[in-house]
Structure formats: C-alpha cells, structure tokens
C-alpha cells in the first residue's frame, strides 16, 4: 500500500514527539507549511528535503519512495562493496536531546583496532562503551548492512550503528 510524503511526514513528527511548530521553527518555515505538507495539501520545497531527512533520522529515498528497503541485508559476495569503500554511521539521541552523529569510513575504523588504538568518538561516549567494533566488522565482512545495532538505555537513550 502506497503511503503518501504526508502523511509519512504526520507519522514521522509523532515518532520524534514533535509538533508541527517545532518541525517549523527547525526547518524555517510557518506551521502552516508544516499542516498543508502533512495533509497533502502542498509538498515541501525540494531544497528543504535534505534538512527534513536529517531532522526524522532517515534518507530523503525513504522519504519519497514507497518500497522501504530493509534495515538490515545479508549481501551475497558477488553483490557486496568492499569494506574500505564504507561507511559506519553512529547515531545517537539522548533523552535529554542530544544528538550525536558520526560517520567514519570502515578502513580507518579497521585501521585503529589493527594497530590498538580507540575511537574518541566512541569510547568516549557511554552510550557506545559495550559496542564491540571488531564483531560489527566481522559482521560487516560476511555481507550484513544496514541497520546493525540499536539499542534503548533505560533511561530513554537510543543508540544506533548502521553499515552503508
């Protein structure tokens, strides 16, 4: 079933917990705007796009297109990328509403476990101390992408490492 651009914006609002005057005053624009996207009365701007995918956590493909992909593959060899030529995408919202994101090229990740070195971005920050990088790697060899660990502390922070 097909799924309008409004009312995925309607779903995506109420996922974050935001109101049409927060996504408005986020993005620049009236709540008005905001309404008339989400009841399919009018489409955003095609430049702001880019700032509404960032701001629900998704891609702007996700947005507009109807067949969502899976958050997760398992590739078969003759289809996979090699791994220095991808990205490990940490994402991180506090309850407290902090956002953290980080996006590091797998060769350089593999490169500092090869010679013992930790990530600052990562072992730094406690929502990310349990993630075992060097088992998300071997994941990564065997063909898994996409959505590879999400995790929601008990006091309501969600912690995300996807694989593209």
Known sequence: MEQSLGKKLFALR???????????????????AVSKWENDSSCPDVM??????????????ALLNNNPEPEVAILPAEKRKNTDDMILHIIVNSSNGDKV???LPLV???????VGLSLPQVA?????????LEKVLLLV????????????SANGDIVEIVVE
């Not at 730094?124 to 075992?132: T, Y």
């Not at 060899?141 to 929601?152: A, F, N, P, T």
């Open 141 to 152: 060899d065997r063909g898994l992408i996409g959505k590879l660990v999400e995790v929601e």
């Open 108 to 114: 350089l990740v593999k490169t500092a476990l090869e």
């Open 14 to 32: 109420r996922e974050h917990g935001l109101t049409q005057d927060t996504v408005a005053e986020r993005l620049g624009v009236s709540p008005q």
């Open 101 to 103: 994101r980080v996006n």
């Open 124 to 132: 730094g920050n406690p929502n990310l101390q349990n993630i075992d």
């Open 48 to 61: 702001l796009l880019p700032q509404i995918a960032q701001l629900y956590n998704t891609t702007i493909d």
